[in-house]
């Protein structure tokens, strides 16, 4: 139940409304998850007007405004294309228009495309408070974290190979297990699960791609819900994970095309 | 807090809640194009353009809306005839989407109009995939998609000034395969389907193509043709057309408290906190109303059921179960003072799995002792209905066959899902009777059943039936009738109650899951010497069309196949039933209404025989199939509860529906064939085609009765009052057609009006496919008496005429009414003279003998012509890990003949698709203390715009001698042959046999690794 609406002009005036303990006072990006029914009582501080919605290539590195849409992310010409397959998994187009990168990621769970292939992208939350820290390190902290920590911006590299892959009951249903893998120029390789659970699941982070469809099948060995058992999620997330770094091949050939 | 919205062009200050949603502004300014859908804006009904984008209104804050342009469909386009007024007209997208029918309940339409809007904006010229994105964010539970995807392709070639097809034009009829050159001289067949990774839809604007086997009796001017809905034009702009859209002095809304417990009897309630809230009106609890025992299933009286529920009861029988009822001020009051009403459970043990509901010691769930028994029901054993019935000598037919196959199947509980929630507004008008403005199948049952409910007389209630966003069976019951009811009698005041989402999927209603044993006979000849069926069904916690819905499970599905040969004449066939109490949450009627769950178990045992056998899939079926002049085999042995009379199949197009269904999908170049079903490249992928055939009903013979009046107007219009119910269905559309027929007017001539208790003629209501058939009759019937009348009356005039300009020969050109023709508008005499239906009227209302021109007519049948069906899947299958992709349905259906075939492929192409999601993805699944795990459509997945397989509809029309026009009901078979089909087509790709819907990729995994 939001009992309070704030919409400030300045990071700063923002941080002061988000340090107060009451009422707790939370950020809105586009709110389509934010403004659905609840019991509990809440203000919100709309970023709509801090600026902070641009999208930027520099270097090797994409920078995205916390406050970006996902549909802006989509139309970005330097986003990866497998990122781009995730956020059209992700949501719809009018959510798509609504939903903010960041918003996103606060309050995804284990079956987000989007944060799946994030989390494989080593995504860099930058915070207000001059803080940065890895989507990794943030997701399990979500519960507790301080609502004055204002994220202003996610950076990604660009200069990676990238693959997701999914299973689902439908093309567009949520996945009952997903896998996403990320390799840099390095052979760095980090492979990522979802479809399970209240997060994606880091299955692998190494120097190269060899044992990730057995870190896959390890990583969900007791990944069991009501949707799928166990049993069926390691076996397909070792075989999504086989076709994740298959995948790399095939775009190394549409490169060299 | 004080904002400034600007909404179409016009700044609007308004004083608001932080938390209102921008849904909640619009509709408080009287934009009722935005529609609520759900909490999570997941099904896309509230959507406005924002700064030129669709988003949901109904998850975005009015504050955060400050600041940016907000367009609704209010600000796109006007009636093109507004008087002395000009105006541009419509869009050039609304007039797409009426002309393409892309408009069935049209709840969703204001919205798909908008994202389509923003794309043509964007891209002119947009691909198909672009306009399936565009409209991803809008779910249709209607149309399955094809007919608005056309209608955006063809507005978009209009606003770029290009010429497209008139809509009245046929497509061709394709020609079937062998009959192309190419198969003649042995040479390879075409290449199927082209790159899998493409879609294939086809967004031609075209009627869908007929293939007529019967002749019809005349030729027809308006029947058969694809006239626009009557009802289009008001949807395509939005207007305040459903039961929410209105605003009423002093009106509360209402909330329910539900049960967190599966079962549980209530110890104590102490409502007085919530009492004490301001802003609330009224608490209600089952000590505050009066306890009368009753049936939730809209039917024709006396019900055939058991009468087991009660507005509010002291136990609970599922969660979700109704505790207590809110009237407030506002919905958040409502909620606020739910959360305050205490209640003391005595948490029962509760009863989930219906093979445990008849055994001993099984918890009962029905112990009151004002619970009132149906013929078998019994409540101390969990028996809500059974059913038994044998055809033939079983026993014979097993012993004569040379093998015999026997094998258990299982379908899932499913929602009907309307975009549109249950809702209902209730007042007392100006005589103190009871309004019951409600979204519903059944209006007069509704009225009959509401009376004793809330203590009044049924003629002291009014029930009126708005535009509905679609039913699908799920608003044939009473369901939030007497909540508001109840809210109005307590408080004096107007009162609104709409389902939430999550009530939607816990608190309403599903089809019935079963478990189905089925045994049969065969010989090695491939004939059916006997089949048996035995279906375990659970109504959940009450017995609501428990009998009915299970009955027609073997009396449509086990009386397709009745063997061949001297089995025709005696076929062996058994369906026993019982339908079972569980705590789960009810089941009832939906679309096929028991029949799909049927066909799940008897097409895909078909094809386990076929396989076992190596029999042909298509010829097996078709040798054992019923044939036009036989028995219905159940005619003689049920009839929903009452006297079954004999009734002969007269027309049936099946063996011409599976030539083209066949031809259309290219099956003999695929079954069977490897190359087609290996992929290349992509070495874990198949391929596979699967078929199933189906037959339905039309309406229940004896009982179905449906009444119109027509009455004539100054200028030549009619007005048509009919009690039937337009779902979205066109229903309204089809009955205008026929009266236009007869009457010798255009559609633009009827003025279509349903339903209202207090206005209209008594109808049954929406189901059993009965509309067009019934219904479309009994205005028939009330058109013919009209067309008496002015033809009399016409002659008349000609004969005067004749007085004055031809006098003294007078008798020889006196006309008999007989002899007068009405067409075009026009009574035309036997020498060719006109006069126009208004001079007609003008001349009966004002200048002699005057009378009113007006009729009633009603009409029920004694038989229920079944349509006949072949659905053919077309499915990739993924063999490691079972993903599975439905690439193409085609349906090839017998209806008898098509009153608008736009309308009615509509029906086709968005059943297939709802029971698509039976074959694949919709289920509703309950942990071990009877919590549900789908409360939302997050999680109960319903197929979007963007992921759909090629959809293709064929109608092979047969001439049904029972009806005035030779019409059979289109509207449930579609629902009956997908998911068998697809099991079908998933068996021919992967040789996995899936035996319990839907299919989804762990269980099609699991056959492959135990294979």
Redesign the interface.
């Known amino acids: 139940m939001i009992i309070e609406y704030h919409r400030p002009e300045t990071i700063e005036a923002a941080l002061v409304l988000l340090a107060r303990k009451e009422p707790r006072t939370l950020p809105l990006g586009g709110g389509s998850v934010l403004n659905q029914p609840s019991d509990i009582p809440v203000a919100v501080v709309d970023v709509q007007s801090l600026g902070l919605n641009q999208i930027a290539a520099r270097g090797n590195k994409l920078e995205i405004g916390a406050a970006a849409t996902l549909q802006a992310l989509l139309d970005t010409p330097e986003t990866p294309l497998a990122l781009k397959d995730a956020i059209r998994h992700e949501a719809a187009y009018n959510l798509r228009n609504m939903a903010t990168a960041a918003g996103t990621l606060v309050a995804a769970d284990g079956r987000s495309p989007f944060a799946t292939v994030m989390l494989a992208l080593g995504a860099e939350l930058v915070f207000a408070i001059e803080r940065t820290l890895a989507l990794g390190e943030f997701l399990p902290l979500r519960a507790n974290a301080s609502a004055s920590e204002l994220i202003t911006k996610i950076s990604i590299p660009l200069n990676i190979k990238l693959s997701y892959q999914y299973v689902a009951r439908t093309p567009a249903d949520l996945p009952i297990v997903c896998a996403a893998a990320a390799q840099w120029s390095s052979g760095r390789t980090r492979l990522v699960l979802g479809g399970f659970g209240n997060s994606p699941l880091l299955a692998l982070d190494g120097p190269n791609a060899l044992g990730a469809p057995i870190a896959a099948r390890d990583a969900y060995s007791e990944a069991g819900d009501q949707w799928a058992s166990a049993a069926y999620r390691s076996d397909v997330a070792e075989t999504l994970a086989k076709r994740a770094i298959q995948a790399f091949g095939a775009s190394d050939k549409k490169e060299q095309n | 807090?004080k904002i400034n919205l600007h909404i179409n062009g016009i700044d609007h200050p308004l004083e608001i809640l932080?938390?209102d949603?921008l849904l909640k502004a619009l509709r408080g300014l009287g934009l009722h194009s935005v529609k609520f859908g759900d909490?999570?804006?997941?099904t896309?009904s509230d959507?406005v353009l924002?700064d030129g984008?669709?988003?949901?209104a109904g998850?975005?804050?009015a504050?955060?809306a400050?600041g940016h342009k907000i367009a609704t469909l209010e600000a796109l386009g006007e009636h093109p005839d507004q008087g002395w007024k000009k105006t541009d007209g419509l869009h050039p997208l609304q007039h797409s989407f009426i002309e393409t029918g892309a408009i069935q309940c049209g709840y969703c339409t204001p919205a798909q109009i908008l994202?389509a809007k923003d794309l043509v904006e964007r891209k002119p010229n947009p691909t198909e995939a672009e306009v399936r994105?565009?409209?991803?964010?809008?779910l249709c539970r209607c149309t399955g998609y094809k007919k608005p995807v056309q209608a955006v392709m063809r507005a978009a070639a209009i606003l770029r000034g290009e010429d497209v097809e008139p809509i009245d034009t046929p497509a061709p009829i394709p020609a079937p395969q062998e009959w192309l050159p190419a198969h003649e001289d042995g040479a390879a067949p075409a290449p199927f389907g082209g790159d899998p990774g493409i879609p294939q839809v086809d967004t031609r604007t075209r009627v869908m193509p007929q293939i007529t086997i019967a002749p019809q009796e005349a030729e027809l001017r308006i029947v058969g043709k694809p006239e626009p809905k009557v009802d289009a034009v008001k949807l395509a702009q939005g207007k305040p057309a459903f039961a929410a859209d209105v605003e009423m002095r002093g009106m509360l809304y209402a909330r329910v408290l539900t049960s967190p417990h599966a079962h549980a009897r209530i110890k104590a309630i102490d409502a007085s906190a919530a009492r004490q809230l301001p802003g609330v009106a009224a608490v209600l609890t089952h000590t505050d109303i009066p306890r009368v025992v009753y049936s939730t299933a809209g039917q024709s009286h006396p019900i055939p059921g058991p009468l087991d529920c009660f507005s509010l009861d002291t136990k609970v029988r599922f969660v979700g179960d109704r505790v207590a009822f809110v009237a407030a001020e506002t919905p958040?009051i409502a909620?606020h003072a739910l959360?305050l009403i205490q209640v003391d459970y005595e948490v029962l043990e509760p009863l989930l799995d219906t093979r445990q509901s008849m055994q001993p010691g099984a918890p009962i769930l029905h112990d009151e002792p004002d619970y009132v028994n149906f013929a078998d029901s019994d409540p101390s054993k969990n028996l809500a209905a059974e059913i038994r019935i044998d055809i033939g000598d079983l026993e014979k037919g097993f012993a004569e066959a040379d093998r015999i196959f026997e094998a258990e199947y299982e379908v899932s509980k499913v929602q009907q899902a309307h975009i549109e929630p249950h809702v209902v507004v209730t007042y007392w008008d100006e005589d103190d009777r009871l309004v019951v403005r409600t979204s519903t199948q059944v209006p007069f049952h509704v009225r009959r059943m509401l009376a004793p409910v809330l203590g009044l007389p049924i003629k002291r209630i009014r029930v009126i039936k708005p535009r509905v966003g679609g039913g699908f069976g799920g608003k044939q019951e009473m369901l939030g009738e007497d909540i508001a009811g109840h809210l109005t009698i307590a408080t004096g005041r107007p009162v609104l109650y709409e389902y939430?989402r999550e009530e939607e999927f816990i608190a309403s209603r599903s089809r019935h899951p079963m478990r189905i044993t089925m045994k049969t006979g065969v010989k090695n000849d491939g004939t059916i010497t006997a089949n048996a069926m035995y279906a375990l069904s659970d109504t959940g916690a009450n017995g609501a069309h428990a009998l009915t819905v299970t009955g027609n499970t073997g009396h449509k599905a086990m009386a397709l196949y009745v063997g061949d040969g001297e089995y025709r004449k005696t076929p062996n066939i058994q369906f026993n039933a019982d339908i079972v109490y569980t705590n789960h949450p009810p089941s009832g009627a939906y679309r096929g209404y028991g029949v799909p769950q049927g066909f799940w178990a008897v097409e895909r045992h078909m094809d386990k025989i076929i396989d076992a056998m190596g029999f042909d899939p298509i010829e097996f079926r078709l040798k054992n199939a019923l044939r036009a002049g036989e028995l219905h085999p159940f005619s003689t042995a049920w009839s929903e509860g009452r006297e079954p009379r004999p009734e002969t199949i007269e027309t049936n197009g099946l063996e011409e529906c599976v030539r083209q269904g066949k031809a259309a999908v290219g099956w003999d170049q695929k079954y069977g064939n490897p190359e087609w079903q290996a992929i290349p490249g992509k070495p874990h992928l198949r391929r596979g085609i699967g078929v199933a055939m189906m037959m339905q009903g039309t309406a229940i013979p004896y009982l179905d009765m449906g009444g119109a009046s027509i009455k004539m107007n100054d200028d030549g219009s009619f007005n048509l009052l009919i009690g039937a119910t337009d779902l979205g269905t066109g229903s309204d559309t089809v009955l205008g057609q026929m009266a236009a027929e007869v009457l010798g007017c255009s559609l633009d001539d009827m003025i279509v009006y349903s339903s209202d208790t207090d206005f209209t003629p008594f109808d049954v209501g929406a189901y059993a496919s009965s509309t067009t058939y019934i219904s479309g009759a009994a205005v028939v019937n009330a058109a013919k008496k009209v067309a008496e009348r002015i033809r009399i009356r016409a002659a008349g005039m000609f004969s005067q005429r004749q007085d004055v300009s031809s006098s003294g020969r007078q008798e020889a050109l006196t006309f008999n009414a007989g002899d007068i023709q009405l067409s075009n508008r026009q009574a035309i005499a036997p020498d060719g003279r006109t006069l126009t239906l208004s001079e007609i009227a003008l001349h009966t209302l004002h200048a002699e003998d005057q009378e009113q021109i007006m009729a009633v007519g009603s009409y029920y049948s004694p038989v229920a012509p079944p349509p006949f069906a072949a659905q053919f899947a077309e499915v990739t299958v993924?063999m490691?890990?079972?993903?599975i992709?439905v690439d193409k349905l085609v349906m090839a259906v017998d209806s008898g003949v098509i009153v608008n075939p736009i309308t009615a492929s509509g029906q086709i192409e968005g059943g297939m698709v709802q029971a698509l999601g039976y074959a694949?993805?919709e289920e509703m699944?309950y942990?071990a203390s009877g919590q549900p795990?789908e409360r939302d459509f997050?999680?109960y997945?319903i197929?979007?715009a963007?992921?759909m397989p090629e959809l293709e509809t064929i109608f092979v029309e047969t001439y049904e001698p029972s009806h005035p026009f030779g019409i059979k009901a289109v509207a449930e078979i579609p629902l009956d042959g997908v998911a068998p089909a697809v099991g079908n087509a998933v068996f021919n790709a992967a040789a996995v046999h899936i035996d319990a819907n839907?299919i989804?990729?762990?269980k099609i995994?699991?056959g492959l690794k135990e294979k």
């Open positions: 807090m932080p938390g949603s909490e999570q804006g997941l896309g959507t924002l984008r669709p988003i949901n998850v975005y804050l504050a955060q400050e994202a994105e565009a409209l991803s964010g809008v958040e909620d959360s939430t993924d490691e890990t079972g993903q992709v694949v993805c699944v942990d795990r997050r999680d997945h197929f979007m963007h992921e839907p989804t990729p762990e995994w699991r």
